[in-house]
């Protein structure tokens, strides 16, 4: 990831974003967003709307269309109805669209970075990657689209072929959260489809229009009417228009990114209908500085792990495990680090790091969980609490067991430290937690960072790199409570699609009885 940021370090048009001027303005040019159904833009069956705010203005951002249970229900029924045809197009035809939209999502990227700076308080450093990132992971997808394979299996009947077939699933259910609007849409989208099957892309009630601009971008590349359609509810309607997409007939699938406590309802949910899902679900993300860290490098890893995007990032750092012998160097030069990240509006300042949080409850959750570790002898080095939405680069040091912080996923721009005493300590403090997604290792002894790596309970692990890393030829998910499956690479194949036993055998073969 961070490689890949580099790369593309002046985000196109991302800093060039052309923003109103005051909040009036942002209220007077509220964006509109339709469902799209069949290919076709259309208001709610109800002709219901609902508002996303400024998280700190209050300011009408965007104005949605409220798909309700009728919506949901059409939605299916098209995706349904667009796989008997889209699964039997050939890999060129489908590589061929993927192509054109990984393209059309890099034109549009001026319009993406205005709308997450509105809606998500995205900078246009997150911005411009969430694109750039994106449109790779789309040919990533494109590529695999020949990959989609079966095998030949040895067999003791005379004359007989046997081997597996990979087909399409039908439609799927892609349910995709706002804090990484374009890459998580992308790839509940992308995957999907380059394997033969049609999705359903619920998008989030956070995130409307920059979630719209995704579906266009694909759309627009030529997909046929119903292998896309894009729901998007209101919050108060999210229980009974998921129920209703996950119950439907068509739906085969379901793929959800969020927060556990939610993932855990969507497994349920596909359980008792029993469908298959795959979820990726929160974190508590270990950073591990060994005795022989090298300071300076796992200060830089720190910073751009805990704080890009306000720390908001599913594998976004919320733990250093920090070996007590280097902690009082770390924690000085992680703090002043800390203390110099420019903070601001992104509609305002696009080239800031630290905007403001998605909602004013951010502010309140969080500083809950401080003030509790402050009463425990915890100390805050840098930042401080919460106002609202607002909240500066924050480390709370001295965090131990029985603090809320130290076990609950912060989702903002505060991090912990937590000092240890040796190898044996750090790793099991870097495994005390429910969650595994992400996690890093900084040491100069390369094999016993790695070994430290192979114990560490997380979908991935990076010696001496940051939390907060993905590339789409890699596979990406969890371990215990941060879900199940995995997107990308060669293994989100098997996600969405079935394998089937197939023989050919002679028909005048003899049988016992």
Not at 197 to 209: C, D, G, I, L, Q
Not at 403 to 421: A, L, Q
Not at 436 to 451: C, K, Q
Request: hydrophobic share 45%; net charge negative; aromatic share 6%.
């Amino acid at each position: 990831m961070l490689a890949i940021l580099m790369d593309h370090i002046e985000w196109h048009s991302c800093v060039g974003i052309s923003a109103p001027k005051d909040e009036a303005e942002i209220g007077e040019n509220a964006m509109k967003v339709q469902l799209i159904i069949d290919n076709q833009s259309v208001d709610a069956a109800n002709s219901k709307v609902f508002e996303r705010k400024h998280p700190v203005s209050g300011i009408v951002i965007t104005e949605s269309a409220a798909a309700g249970v009728q919506d949901a229900n059409r939605a299916a029924t098209s995706a349904g109805e667009a796989f008997k045809s889209w699964s039997q197009t050939g890999p060129t035809a489908r590589r061929k669209i993927l192509l054109a939209a990984a393209d059309n999502l890099e034109a549009k990227i001026g319009d993406i970075c205005q709308a997450m700076a509105s809606e998500i308080g995205a900078s246009g450093l997150w911005g411009g990657f969430n694109v750039t990132a994106a449109a790779g992971l789309i040919r990533e997808a494109a590529s695999l689209t020949t990959q989609i394979q079966g095998e030949t299996i040895p067999t003791d009947k005379p004359d007989t072929l046997s081997m597996t077939l990979r087909q399409p699933v039908g439609a799927c259910l892609s349910i995709v959260p706002w804090n990484g609007p374009i890459i998580l849409a992308c790839r509940a989208i992308a995957y999907p489809i380059a394997c033969g099957n049609t999705v359903v892309f619920r998008a989030s009630e956070m995130s409307p229009k920059t979630h719209l601009l995704v579906a266009e971008a694909f759309i627009e590349a030529g997909l046929p009417e119903g292998v896309l359609n894009f729901v998007i509810n209101a919050p108060e309607d999210a229980p009974e228009v998921i129920d209703c997409l996950i119950s439907h007939p068509a739906i085969r699938r379901i793929n959800f990114t969020g927060s556990t406590r939610i993932g855990r309802i969507i497994a349920e949910k596909s359980g008792r209908n029993l469908k298959r899902c795959l979820l990726e679900l929160g974190g508590k993300a270990p950073f591990v500085v060994l005795d022989d860290a090298d300071i300076e490098s796992a200060v830089n890893a720190a910073i751009f792990g805990t704080f890009l995007y306000q720390g908001q990032i599913c594998m976004s750092t919320e733990r250093f495990v920090v070996d007590e012998t280097v902690a009082d160097e770390f924690v000085a030069a992680f703090a002043k680090r800390a203390s110099e990240l420019a903070a601001g509006d992104p509609m305002e300042n696009p080239g800031c790091v630290i905007g403001p949080m998605i909602d004013a409850g951010s502010g309140k959750r969080i500083n809950a969980m401080v003030e509790d570790a402050m009463a425990k002898g915890a100390k805050i080095v840098v930042g401080g609490m919460a106002d609202g939405a607002v909240m500066p680069a924050t480390i709370v040091d001295h965090v131990k067991p029985g603090m809320t912080i130290y076990d609950e996923e912060t989702f903002g721009p505060v991090t912990t430290i937590v000092r240890v005493k040796g190898v044996e300590e750090a790793v099991r403090v870097a495994n005390d937690t429910e969650y595994g997604l992400a996690a890093a290792v900084f040491g100069r002894d390369a094999h016993r960072a790695f070994n430290v790596a192979r114990q560490i309970d997380a979908g991935h692990v990076h010696v001496n790199g940051a939390t907060v890393a993905n590339e789409p030829q890699a596979p990406y998910g969890g371990m215990k409570n941060s879900g199940f499956g995995r997107f990308d690479g060669r293994a989100v194949i098997d996600e969405f699609t079935e394998l089937k036993w197939v023989t050919i055998e002679p028909s005048d073969q003899p049988y016992p009885v």
